[in-house]
């Protein structure tokens, strides 16, 4: 049972449940033996479902929540009313040690919420940051804080820069992360209030590899591997990101489709196109993890379909058998400059 | 004289000064029959220069300053330090009223430094926003503010709101532009503290057309016409967005590149290819103006060749020509609500 690691899925979260998210975490069993996996959902569309498949029975166990969380709704008050809702039910099991993580696609705000009001925080962890791989040129980036921690504090960027480093190093095997701060220069002298005070705890903090200060021009190139910022800022680089990528490959592909021949010339590079291109899909990446939490908690995009969805899962895998939050406990309390 | 527009060029600053700066210059006199020329540059350098052109030379006068301020150096000690580089010497000619705008593309620190410092702001204006066009799906946005006031209050942001409708409406030609502040969510309760309380300012302020909340995502689609947001978000919006750009097509090139097959591909796409591009070619939009000065001053990058300095310039003409100064004033102090 030690080496058992036990994830609960919101069956019932994002635009493709519950379908594609029993189908991705389905295809994580079959990957990973030492997984066990909780259905959280409605009992009918739920086992409707699982009728379609053929797994270890024993791997698999269901709990049935009838309420769901809309992804319209004001998030603590959802947490607070919908008590048998999915994702208030799968907190609750992560809260008294019935789950090791808890994947969803649900409401972003809901799934934050209830990381902080239902499962809480590790001791000495000020916020629990949301953290995004996002794809690079090079590979994959961390993201740190994208969350709901807007206006933070210089000491909690400190613990994001922590957490994020042992993340990068246990979970994706980055041997030495390159930790950089976000800044509207190389030169320490700009910056804001926030991002000056915070310059001078990076360098003193033991146990990271801080390289300084990054422009959000470098983050495509793959110039850190920690990228710490605030969650405003960070929600920001996440968006444009995706919105800048998602506009110009649909303005290429108007492009290709234009003509006959441009139709004749995407023909030809199509392959390799269709090769370059999946680097920067970021499902193959997993979701991002809530980290500094007693359990894990990781947020899968919306649009999320099966494969994003068994990425997350076999995430959590590695997450809990690296021993992550006795890493992070152990980082965080080695105590902070001040 | 009074219908002639008097444009002072820094013919110092920028990667590939003085060559393309004075090229793009001379280009836009002789599209624009109300325009004249102030080159302020070392000698040397300058008349070399001037003497490989024919141009109309009763409109161009050059003026010496035999000092130059680098990319590294301190702003506010450059600006207060080098009285004789082309910096100084072009805002102190715009602060006399010697001349009715000025472009650079050196030190971004050192025009806005300058701008403050020595053009000074119009009576009202709390704090000179830098403002690019930043070229979308639909066209072209204006994003305000990329400069260098971090840490903004929410009456800036109202301020910056309406200089940045007032430009987009008179100099780009837009009718009846969609004025947006930058948020982590289209819902009006989310945000930071900054947003919260911007929100209802924007609202009750008359002569804009204020559209809510968008989100980083969305910006590249064209989602708005003028992007209103504190210049730290600014920087990294126009920054990433360059970036993810230039490396996303970066990877597409190379992939075009990487075989015989791709190479034909590429033979047939290219022409096609290469006109979508040009649409997000930022150099054909000028330059970013800082707004709420005395005089214009035009900031473009410093890695402009000639088309971008020719397009600043012309900017500058329309600038002048439309009284913006005399219709930024006068919306400024119609009061903002408090």
New interface residues.
């Given amino acids: 049972m030690s080496t058992n690691v036990r994830v609960a899925v919101d069956a019932m979260g994002g635009d493709y449940a519950p379908g594609e998210i029993i189908k991705g975490a389905l295809q994580a069993l079959e990957a990973e033996q030492s997984l066990t996996l909780i259905f959280i959902g409605r009992q009918k569309p739920l086992e409707n479902e699982l009728k379609k498949y053929q797994y270890d029975a024993s791997r698999v166990q269901t709990v049935f929540a009838e309420e769901v969380i809309g992804m319209?709704e004001?998030p603590v008050a959802a947490i607070r009313k919908k008590k048998n809702s999915s994702i208030v039910v799968g907190m609750n099991m992560l809260k008294r040690g019935e789950a090791d993580a808890f994947v969803s696609a649900g409401s972003t705000g809901a799934v934050l919420a209830g990381g902080q009001l239902i499962v809480g925080r590790l001791k000495g962890v000020e916020r629990p940051p949301l953290a995004p791989l996002i794809p690079?040129?090079k590979g994959v980036s961390l993201l740190i804080d994208c969350g709901a921690n807007?206006?933070a504090r210089p000491s909690h960027l400190v613990q994001f820069a922590k957490m994020g480093s042992i993340y990068m190093k246990h979970v994706v095997g980055v041997k030495k992360p390159r930790v950089a701060i976000?800044n509207?220069g190389a030169?320490e002298?700009k910056?804001?209030?926030l991002?000056k005070e915070t310059i001078p705890l990076l360098k003193a903090c033991t146990g990271i590899h801080f390289t300084g200060c990054i422009?959000?021009?470098?983050?495509?190139?793959g110039a850190a591997d920690v990228i710490v910022c605030e969650?405003?800022?960070g929600?920001?680089?996440?968006?444009?990101?995706?919105?800048?990528?998602?506009?110009?490959?649909?303005?290429?592909k108007?492009?290709?489709m234009?003509?006959l021949?441009?139709k004749?010339?995407?023909?030809?590079?199509k392959p390799?196109?269709k090769?370059?291109l999946k680097?920067?899909d970021s499902s193959q990446y997993g979701g991002a993890p809530m980290l500094g939490l007693k359990g894990l908690v990781v947020k899968v995009h919306g649009s999320s379909k099966a494969l994003e969805v068994k990425h997350s899962v076999i995430q959590c895998v590695h997450f809990s058998k690296q021993k992550m939050n006795e890493k992070i406990s152990s980082q965080i309390s080695a105590g902070t400059p001040e």
Same sequence: chains 1, 2.
């Fill in positions: 319209s004001p690079t040129a807007v206006d976000v509207i030169e002298e910056g804001n209030a991002v422009e959000a021009r470098d983050i495509p190139y969650a405003f800022v929600n920001v680089i996440l968006k444009l990101f995706e919105g800048t990528s998602s506009m110009l490959l649909r303005e290429v108007k492009t290709l234009s003509s021949r441009t004749a010339g995407a023909l030809l590079i390799a196109l090769k370059t680097n920067f």
